[in-house]
């Protein structure tokens, strides 16, 4: 399909693409990964080419841990991972962590080509749930582990692989439980790798590039590149307020109020540019959200909220978080898991203690729903999007599990 000189294809409806993801049935464009392995390849690792995974990894019917100590003698190997936050106060339930596997602690030579064949087993044998984005049968994979609770000191989990027969998955994991309402990876797909399925429906342009955790997008904004998501879906509605959180690298800033967004949640209808919020950076550094959460259906009337100057640079990486408090009327901005700028809505303008129980007909990541402007430039990677209000302590431990050298320790175990 082609509109206004873009290039479109269909993001959804392709197994072999990474977590179940899709591209699309028509080719793919230039420097896009066309379906298969290298779309699941966020770590640019050369050959053997990374082979995608299935859609989440998956829970089994494993046998209970024997008495021994050694969780299941079918699985030959085990690696120890440790998780530690020197700085955290506080248990934080649900805590999403990234796991880097590679050699020597990680043997990949020993582990199913795909990866079927891991399990992570915390201290009193269950199973903890995970997620592979990049399966390297080379090595330099990466994995996402759902700890059911995250507390001060160090939590140790087990690894265990080397199993060439592991049981025929039974359950598809919930890595990413409520409050998520999406998140998006884009390491080589628009897929939402949370249980709602709100993938990617359209790409306009664009490309999956090396992005803060390997792959990541990377959108044009003078040729008007996005991904569009599947209509009518419901991403905050009926919610007090929403988190959203993003890695992004923005190689030029439009130079306007509005500047450029992030992401776009539309409202109900189509018929003009309206929107429940969205998030966007401008030249001046700020970062921005117009918040409109209730029935208001002019195209005006909503709340701009703008962070103070100065947080938001060019060709810099930085992981933005934006939490809008409905209840408290406020805003509050954070860069690199702190806390920028807190600020409350203009007097006068659209507001509501929660957003309106209704569907968004458009959702659009790199532009505004209507896809006509403030589209953005750079590059940008693990999108997410929940509802309700993170605390500063948790959005503060998510920064650092992506960053901190040795919060993810992962050692040989034998």
């Known amino acids: 399909m082609k509109r206004a000189g873009l290039v479109c294809f269909w993001l959804v409806g392709c197994t072999s693409a990474p977590m179940g993801g899709a591209v699309g049935e028509d080719a793919a464009p230039p420097d896009l990964p066309a379906d298969g392995a290298a779309a699941a390849d966020r770590t640019a690792t050369p050959t053997p080419t990374p082979t995608p995974t299935a859609d989440a990894a998956t829970m089994t019917a494993d046998a209970p841990p024997p008495t021994s100590g050694w969780w299941n003698p079918a699985w030959k190997k085990r690696a120890r991972v440790t998780i530690t936050d020197p700085e955290l106060k506080e248990s934080l339930d649900d805590f999403q962590v990234a796991v880097k596997l590679d050699g020597p602690a990680f043997e990949a030579a020993a582990a199913k080509s795909d990866g079927a064949d891991l399990r992570f087993v915390a201290g009193d044998g269950r199973l903890l749930e995970h997620e592979i984005e990049l399966w390297n049968p ?9 700890l059911p609770k995250l507390a001060p000191g160090a939590t140790t989990v087990q690894l265990y692989y080397g199993n060439p027969d592991p049981p025929v998955p039974v359950t598809t994991p919930v890595v990413w439980p409520e409050p998520y309402a999406g998140v998006w990876h884009l390491g080589g797909s628009g897929k939402d790798a949370t249980p709602h399925g709100f993938d990617g429906a359209m790409m306009a342009g ?24 599947k209509p009518d879906i419901k ?12 890695w992004i690298n923005p190689t030029k ?9 992030i992401m776009t949640v539309g409202k109900w209808f189509n018929n003009n540019h309206n929107s429940y919020t969205d998030f966007n950076i401008n030249a001046s550094g700020q970062m921005i959200s117009h918040v409109d959460p209730g029935a208001n259906t002019a195209a005006s009337g909503y709340a701009r909220i ?5 947080f938001v640079k060019t ?4 992981w933005v978080t934006y939490v809008i408090d409905l209840p408290a009327k406020q805003e509050r901005f954070f860069k690199n898991g702190q806390l920028v700028s807190t600020k409350p809505p203009p007097a006068g303008k659209a507001w509501a203690d929660a957003f309106i129980d209704m569907v968004s007909t458009r959702v659009v990541i790199g532009s505004e729903e209507d896809v006509v402007s ?12 929940e509802k309700g209000m993170r605390s500063p302590a948790w959005i503060a431990a998510q920064y650092r599990s992506m960053t901190a050298a040795g919060y993810v320790k992962v050692e040989a175990d034998q």
């Open 235 to 246: 991403l905050v509605a009926g919610a007090p307020g929403c988190t959203f959180s993003a």
């Open 206 to 229: 664009g490309a999956f590039t090396d992005g803060r955790l390997g792959k990541g997008l990377t959108l044009d904004g003078s040729k008007h590149e996005h991904i569009t998501l």
């Open 253 to 261: 800033i439009e130079d306007s109020v509005n500047g450029m967004i």
């Open 306 to 310: 703008l962070s103070d100057p100065g």
């Open 374 to 385: 403030h589209h953005y430039t750079g590059s940008m990677d693990e999108l997410r999007l």
């Open 138 to 146: 080379a090595g330099g994979s990466l994995v996402w582990l759902r």
């Open 315 to 318: 060709n810099e990486w930085a």
